[in-house]
């Protein structure tokens, strides 16, 4: 069965930074196209940042220049850097992810989420 596993997050002061890591688990060819996406408290999910499998990124306008999406792929991680981060930021963020299982069988899997609270 696969797995994503968030790490990284807890809580910081305002201006601070995290890194958060997702970790694809089980047995897989490949992680393909991911998203970070975020929840905050009354709202809808919304996409933070993503990363395609061959590198190409993407930002929402809101964390543009502040945060950094990365991949390892020797390591099946996928990394989420966040600089300067600011109350508005507090979200559970969730990693989703289509991974290959072989060369002809794909999954759309969701991470279980990890929740950043940007608080004095």
């Known amino acids: 069965q696969v797995q994503l596993v968030e790490s990284g997050g807890g809580l910081v002061q305002p201006g601070g930074s995290l890194r958060l890591s997702c970790a694809a688990s089980g047995s897989i060819l490949r992680i393909n196209d991911v998203g970070w996406y975020r929840q905050a408290p009354g709202k809808e999910r919304e996409l933070a940042a993503a990363i395609t499998s061959g590198g190409s990124t993407n930002y929402a306008d809101s964390v543009k220049g502040r945060f950094t999406i990365s991949r390892d792929n020797a390591k099946n991680t996928i990394y989420l850097q966040m600089n300067s981060l600011k109350p508005e930021d507090t979200a559970v963020y969730y990693c989703?992810?289509?991974?290959?299982?072989?060369?002809?069988?794909?999954?759309?899997?969701w991470g279980q989420g990890t929740l950043v609270t940007v608080s004095s």
């Open positions: 989703n992810a289509e991974v290959s299982l072989n060369w002809y069988t794909f999954r759309e899997v």
